[in-house]
């Protein structure tokens, strides 16, 4: 008689694996609301379900990636360059307009004379009459020596400015060659261009007195003034030093007196320097008279 069949399965084990499977359920069911949870924040950051961010890389929905700042572009740094350097030139433009014209830097403060005797210091300046207050920008340096060369004394000006506040005059006086006698007394120094300039008492020494045909004043358009002065500076020193006395009739006529009453015959106011070096030779022999108007026929008497 056959018994009831034996199970080849072990109910024991299973029941032990069936109770484990379905402890299991609410381990997966933790895990599953994570995952949800863990979802939902990731659309809210990205903005909504499904949603893959501007720019985010193949492979990476979940990524979210910075939106890029629109850049400066290169005309808007040239113009925004191009305005800035106009508004540094106008400024500087507006400091150099004040300076010119407004502030105090520049203006005159001194006048400072150089060349001129003592006694002519202060002719200079009153003859320049620069105005305190007056900018070295818009002084007229050919205006004021101009002025200054209206004093007799002064042969030529220079006018210069030292910065901040300066004006410098630089004058020559006029030297004397001759000294003529003068209408009101004493006599009139003679410069080289046959200018009378100045009034003195008596003739300084070393200085050649001009005698002129009767009624005739010193001056540079006489012609026998301007030959008596040609013929004066073209002697070397040291022969000038024994002139006493330079007498010209003209231009063609003109001769002196020299140291011990001895008289020479120049002639034309031409070719001096040969007739000067032809004289230095005849003065080497005696004699009281001295005709070098032609050098190549040059007499001693």
């Known amino acids: 008689m056959t018994g009831p069949a034996r199970s080849t399965g072990r109910p024991g084990r299973a029941g032990r694996s069936g109770r484990a499977g379905r402890g299991d359920r609410p381990e997966r069911t933790a895990r599953s609301d994570g995952a949800e949870r863990q979802e939902r924040a990731r659309q809210r950051r990205t903005g909504g379900a499904g949603a893959r961010p501007s720019g985010a890389a193949a492979g990476s929905p979940g990524r979210a990636t910075r939106v890029a700042r629109p850049s400066v572009t290169r005309p808007v740094r040239r113009r925004r360059s191009l305005w800035a ?69 002064i042969a030529s000006v220079d006018v210069s400015r030292d910065y901040p506040g300066t004006v410098v005059v630089s004058v020559t006086e ?36 001009l005698t002129l045909p009767p009624g005739m004043i010193p001056s540079p358009d006489e012609p026998a003034t301007r030959a008596a002065a040609d013929v ?44 000067a070096a032809v004289l230095a030779a005849l003065l080497t022999r005696p004699g009281v008279a001295y005709d070098v108007s032609t050098p190549d026929l040059a007499v001693v008497r």
């Open 85 to 153: 350097g106009l508004a540094a030139a106008l400024a500087l433009v507006a400091v150099l307009v004040w300076l010119t014209v407004w502030s105090p830097l520049l203006d005159v403060r001194d006048v400072e004379v150089v060349g001129a005797a003592p006694d002519q210091i202060e002719a200079v300046r009153a003859a320049a009459a620069v105005a305190p207050g007056t900018s070295l920008l818009w002084l007229d340096g050919d205006e004021v020596a101009r002025d200054v060369r209206t004093l007799p004394r």
């Open 232 to 275: 004066a500076v073209a002697l070397p020193a040291a022969l000038r030093a024994e002139v006493v006395e330079v007498r010209a009739n003209g231009r063609f006529d003109v001769g002196f007196v020299l140291t011990g009453g001895r008289e020479v015959r120049w002639g034309a106011d031409a070719d001096n320097e040969r007739k």
């Open 174 to 209: 006029r030297e004397p060659v001759l000294a003529a006698p003068s209408p009101a007394g004493g006599v009139l120094l003679v410069d080289a261009t046959g200018f009378g300039y100045r009034t003195m008492p008596e003739r300084p020494p070393g200085i050649p007195a």
